[in-house]
């Protein structure tokens, strides 16, 4: 993760030269604990996410509790997005998050979703399953290896012809499965990857510091990559162009949890180019 982190704050400081500090000021920082189940598939869900603000919201999901907003806070208030640091990795994410968020940026597609919070969650899962479908199409393979379990996104790959395979760091998904479909530990999810055709990635991987280990797999063994985020989603251009990520779906605030349309921008590596420092 800091490989990652280190880059992306080096890009933000070097692409923001021409746009006034004030759009990167550090206005708000807030968590949220919550409990959900937006879909029979999914499984309930008990999670944190701390949201910091520029001129636009950045996002990182923890685990429950984990979202510590102590008085030391106070003092990054004001300052400049692309310079101060959180109290926690996940404060980090979600301050770079927003700077990145002052960043003009170029989605291949967006698409608008809108709905109850169900509807939503659904309408996401089938637009990230589509294009991780398009992507294996170009592969001519069946294996699919789904990191960061979601059981929407489970429930839409169990449509297609496809071998799944998935993990995750939560003990009661490793024991149980979902949806009948097995899961292992989120330690064996480099191996998935190098042993997928595409990987569908979710965002929090970078909060859990697995993300860069993901990409170097996919990378040393021609896995297709496809990122889902709504951590770090003003990120996603930079995944696909520095880092080497097919695509990334990302999912902007205010997402699917809130009432009114979510959009989720498309970026896609094929569109954009890719650095000279690209991985991938």
Same mark, same amino acid.
Request: proline share 1%; aromatic share 2%; net charge positive.
């Given at each position: 993760m800091d490989g990652i982190l280190e880059t992306l704050r080096t890009i933000v400081v070097d692409r923001s030269r021409d746009i006034p500090d004030d759009d990167f000021r550090l206005r708000s920082l807030w968590g949220v604990d919550y409990r959900s189940q937006p879909t029979a598939y999914e499984r309930f869900m008990v999670y944190s996410f701390v949201m910091a603000q520029t001129v636009r919201q950045g996002c990182c999901y923890a685990d429950f509790g984990s979202v510590r907003l102590g008085e030391p806070s106070d003092g990054i208030i004001g300052k400049d997005a692309r310079l101060v640091r959180g109290e926690t990795p996940e404060q980090d994410i979600a301050i770079l998050d927003a700077a990145f968020g002052a960043l003009p940026r170029s989605p291949g597609d967006v698409v608008t979703i809108d709905?109850?919070?169900?509807?939503?969650?659904?309408?996401?899962?089938?637009?990230?399953?589509? %294009?991780?479908?398009?992507?294996? #199409?170009?592969?001519?393979?069946? /294996?699919?290896?789904?990191?960061? !379990?979601? *059981?929407?996104?489970?429930?839409?790959?169990?449509?297609e012809d496809v071998e799944i395979t998935a993990s995750d760091f939560e003990p009661g998904l490793v024991e149980h499965g979902i949806l009948g479909v097995p899961v292992t530990s989120g330690e064996h999810s480099a191996q998935l990857v190098a042993e997928s055709d595409v990987a569908l990635v979710c965002g929090e991987t970078l909060a859990s510091?697995?993300? %860069?280990?993901?990409?170097?797999? #996919?990378?040393?063994?021609?896995? /297709?990559?496809?990122?889902?985020? !709504?951590? *770090?989603?003003?990120f996603a251009e930079e995944y696909c162009r520095t880092f080497g990520v097919d695509t990334v779906v990302a999912e902007p605030q205010p997402q699917y949890l809130f009432q009114g349309p979510s959009a989720l921008e498309i970026y896609r590596k094929d569109a954009l180019g890719q650095s000279p420092n690209g991985k991938h």
């Open positions: 709905g109850a919070p169900d509807v939503k969650a659904l309408a996401r899962a089938e637009t990230v399953v589509g %294009e991780t479908m398009r992507l294996l #199409a170009r592969t001519g393979g069946r /294996r699919v290896a789904q990191i960061g !379990v979601m *059981g929407n996104l489970i429930h839409y790959l169990l449509r510091r697995t993300l %860069e280990e993901l990409v170097e797999a #996919a990378a040393e063994h021609n896995t /297709r990559l496809v990122v889902f985020a !709504v951590t *770090g989603c003003h």
